[in-house]
């Protein structure tokens, strides 16, 4: 497989990276955190697909040493900008493999160890699948994150089979409403109604919410009339590489 040797280092120099996608406070529009998603470059200068080259990871087992080297790299990468993400949170994701994984308390101890980085700074984005076997060593590690003073999030919410009754018992902090909902909903009175029931439902049950793929000024000002917590979307930043992104919060201060 590809990533056997993209990791190796026997594939010539294709480079993995960590970008930055900013998560402003909905109110404020101040930056409350940062997500850090993984870039695969190849010498040539083309980027990799990044699902497809995840879903790859998951499908070899090699996500687990991936996920680890995201996590004490993105913390790392974070860490150098200093005083520019005092404060700041940062949001990473983990897949289902690796947040079932008896290793994953050793990786992020070692990254926090090797970095730094507080937990109570750490936002974890999960996604529903991880909550299908209703397993309670999974539980256990979420519990343990949030004992620490970490945040757990549910990622791409409405994707999949969560239901309502169902989130009211889980140890999560909040939900990012997919991006699909959000595209939609200044158009499509059905999307706008889903949002709209997501965010009353997250509300009553005490859960922060995050909108991604936040585009237009219109979507902004839905979200916020909805009492949305954060915001995500290109019309505040794509993902950039961290010598942008100290740029960015530096014009927002
Ligand atoms: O940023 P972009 O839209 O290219 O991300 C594509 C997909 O890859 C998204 O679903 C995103 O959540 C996932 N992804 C990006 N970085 C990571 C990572 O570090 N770990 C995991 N598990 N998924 C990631
Ligand atoms: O699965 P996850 O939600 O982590 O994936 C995030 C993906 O969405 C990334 O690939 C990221 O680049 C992309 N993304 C982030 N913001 C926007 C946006 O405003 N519009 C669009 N079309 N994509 C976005
Ligand atoms: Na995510
Ligand atoms: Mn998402």
Known sequence: LRLTSLLTGTAGKTEFLVYFQPILQADTENLYSCEALMRFRTSAGDFLNTQRMIEAAEASGMILDVGAWMLKSAMSDYMAMGRNTDGIH????????????????????????????????????????????????TISFLEWIRKNGGKVVIDDFGTGYSSFSYLRKLPVDGIKVDRAFITN???????LAVV?????????????????????????????????????????????????????IQRAN
């Open 90 to 137: 940062l949001n990473l994701n983990l897949s289902p493999k690796q947040a079932q994984s008896s290793r994953i308390y050793a990786d992020i101890d070692a990254a926090i160890e090797a970095t730094g980085m507080p937990l109570n700074r750490l936002v974890f984005e999960v996604t529903e699948g991880l909550f299908l076997n209703n397993d309670q060593e």
């Open 185 to 191: 909903m200044d158009q499509d009175d059905d999307a």
């Open 196 to 248: 709209r029931s997501i965010l009353a439902v997250a509300q009553a049950l005490g859960l922060e919410v995050t909108a991604e793929g936040v585009e237009t000024l219109a979507q902004r000002n839905i979200l916020r009339d909805l009492g949305c917590t954060y915001l995500q979307g290109y019309l505040y930043s794509k993902a950039v590489p961290n010598s942008e992104l100290a740029g960015f």
